[in-house]
């Protein structure tokens, strides 16, 4: 199959809400919608997920989008493609760029399954030899907040539209405290904390001797390029650490499981270039019993739809950052919506990701050049 057009939409989102974490405040999610086309004249779409600055990655919009245009795009033109992964090979010749490689890989997966006739799900769960859920519990992310306070009435929320695992940003010791005295609170519900690099060695004692069950791991506390400190922080808790920032590939993954760093992966698709990596990452962690879940970016519809075709796999039970379409947007990219339900959202169960853009998205996408 070859992949005839390629054309790229930058669109903003704005946030119902800023998103505060320690490495910026998201309040206009700038997005790049990618859509392929291939020789039938079937469209597979994709989404840009760097952020517009380069704080939690190296990659900007800008970047990748000239990134895609100048080296990714050209490497596939004339091309006839077999299979996704055949993507993935290619691009092994370009060094790092993991979320402008993702963007036009999983735009293929979205083409290749709905060529096979099948949703994204199905397809993976075979590659997997695995099953997929049509219903796949997910939890909440929330952002910092200015007060123990509003922290309090963000989680009674998230309690009463039915998440069951709740992500508690921070990025200071005094926030770190306020966490753990609500997750003592609310012993019916999971938490996890996420640092986002904000912390030292120092944590040690905090987290030494905590006895809450309810808190199930700690998210990438120390530096982000970091495995030896982590190694050595994990080797004093009983918490269980789950790196972020450190992985971008499958090497980042067994390096933090040969030096002990973490006990989980946060799986960001776009963070470690595309699906078909993501897929051997998490078959290196079935094999090695680390437990990996699926994260998020702030994802608008098209991102949000191929997570959760990811999340779907049995197997990979750990709720993921895959909240409802309301979360964060007043008004999506897509027609349709997930809505959470009993702490779960809908597979959708057309072919592909399952969902489309409304039609002045799809329009306006079409009418931008061809980039190949
Ligand atoms: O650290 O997981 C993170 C959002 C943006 C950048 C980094 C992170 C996050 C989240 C939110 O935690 C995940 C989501 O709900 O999409
Ligand atoms: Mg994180």
Known sequence: MKIIEMHLLPVTLKLKSPFISSHESVSEREI?????KDTNGLWGYGELET???PYYTAETQKTARVIIQTILAPLLKNVDIKQPEDITKIFNLVAGNQMAKAAIE????DLFAKTLNLSLASL???KMNTT???KVAVGISIGMQSSLHDLQREVISAKKQGYTRIKIKVKSYSDLTSALKIIHSFSDLAFMIDANSSFNLNVVSYLKNLDLPNLVMIEQPLRTTDFVDHANLQSKINLPICLDENIFSLDDVKTAFALGSARAINLKISRVGGIANALEIIR???QNNLIIWCG???EGGIGRATNLAVASLAGLDFPGDISASSRYYFKDIIKSNFILCKGQLELPSSTGIGVSLFLEYENQLQETTNIL
């Not at 999983?106 to 997966?109: C, D, L, P, Q, V």
């Open 32 to 36: 790049t919608i990618i859509g392929i």
């Open 284 to 286: 290196f962690c079935w």
């Open 132 to 134: 997929y859920r049509a």
């Open 296 to 298: 998020g970016m702030l």
């Open 124 to 126: 993976l769960a075979k």
């Open 51 to 53: 952020f517009s600055f």
């Open 106 to 109: 999983t735009a293929y997966w």
